[in-house]
């Protein structure tokens, strides 16, 4: 026990030496210190709050930050992009590019020839018409030129009509008659069509004709296009569908010999003439030229031992002026189709 209170004396006694501090002034000087940890206390709570608030707002900002950063990448990126077009792009011809992809288009086009590119592109167009009377018969060529609800096709008026001899008593009389069965075959089709004559005028030898009952598809077989014009040019090629000698539609080619011309003792028609292969049957067949445009219908040829190659063809401008009386004669509207020529 002695030990523990001299322990405890002597830290008594070591204290004794210190200043002794007031009461009054013991007071004052904790009630300042008091004062002040309450300040501080404060500023850390204001402290607090702001950096609380600074996080906040900067958690509600990284939408907004990251979208314009995200932004200007974009642009950045979008900007090179454009700058490495314009880099590419001044490297390159672009004129010469589109010249050349025409010039290789057409140089392709060269290499099919035109009796292959209008076999390709107008034979379902064309079709053998077959007539028959109770006495006779004839084959020749037909083509559609039309694409509406009433399809019009043409051939020749000497195709659809024939000469009837009537005898009575000692004289005999000569009539052009028109045949009461005209039916037309697709190629390479075996469905027959029943055809009608609308309009013929025997001085052009032009013949228009439409169908019965049923019609072709024009999905199937659609038209071809009429020149618009009688333009042609001397040697230029052209091409024929028709049905020589009655073994069906064929293709033969040739040049343009003479442009349009009347010939004496011929009617009014414009005739062109050309050296490709005419034949019985090929009459009331299309010419065309090297864009499988119509410029002419196949009509005879000189027969003359003495002549060759020589096939004749009315010109689109009879062709023309014949479906323009048809329409004012008949009051029909006929839908074809007019191709200028280059």
């Avoid at 190629?187 to 019609?215: C, H, W």
């Avoid at 598809?217 to 020149?227: D, F, I, M, Q």
């Avoid at 196949?298 to 060759?308: G, R, V």
């Avoid at 023309?320 to 020529?341: H, M, N």
Wanted: aromatic content about 8%; proline content about 2%; glycine content about 6%.
């Amino acid at each position: 026990m002695d030990n523990f209170y001299n322990f405890y004396d002597n830290n008594n006694n070591d204290n004794q030496n210190e200043p002794k501090i007031p009461p009054e002034q013991h007071t004052e000087t904790y009630t300042k210190l008091k004062r002040s940890n309450t300040a501080l206390i404060v500023i850390s709570v204001l402290l607090a709050v702001v950096v609380i608030a600074n996080v906040v707002v900067l958690a509600s900002m990284q939408n907004i930050i990251a979208e314009k950063y995200g932004n200007a990448i974009s642009s950045a990126i979008r900007d090179e992009y454009l700058k490495a077009i314009e880099d590419k792009l001044s490297d390159s011809d672009i004129v010469s590019d589109v010249i050349d992809s025409a010039s290789n288009s057409a140089a392709a086009k060269i290499d099919t020839s035109i009796g292959e590119y209008v076999a390709d592109n107008c034979m379902s167009a064309c079709a053998v018409i077959t007539c028959t009377s109770s006495t006779t018969s004839s084959t020749a060529t037909g083509f559609l030129i039309t694409n509406g609800s009433v399809r019009y096709m043409l051939t020749n008026h000497h195709v659809v009509t024939y000469e009837k001899e009537t005898r009575t008593g000692m004289f005999t009389t000569t009539t052009t008659v028109q045949y009461p069965s005209i039916a037309c075959r697709f190629y390479g089709e075996s469905t027959t069509y029943q055809l009608e004559i609308v309009y013929l005028d025997e001085d052009y030898d032009l013949a228009l004709l439409t169908f019965k009952t049923a019609t072709p598809s024009y999905e199937t077989h659609p038209a071809v296009k009429l020149a618009s014009s009688d333009y042609a040019k001397l040697g230029e090629q052209v091409a024929i569908i028709g049905n020589p000698k009655g073994i069906g539609l064929s293709v033969t080619t040739g040049t343009i010999s003479h442009t349009a011309m009347k010939l004496s003792n011929w009617g009014n028609a414009y005739y062109i003439m050309t050296d490709a292969a005419v034949n019985n049957g090929n009459s009331g067949g299309p010419m065309f030229d090297k864009n499988g445009i119509v410029i002419g219908i196949i009509e005879s040829k000189i027969s003359e031992t003495e002549a060759e190659n020589m096939g004749f063809a009315v010109a689109m401008q009879t062709v023309l002026q014949f479906l323009k009386d048809a329409e004012d004669e008949k009051s029909i509207t006929i839908d074809y189709v007019s191709q200028g020529r280059v």
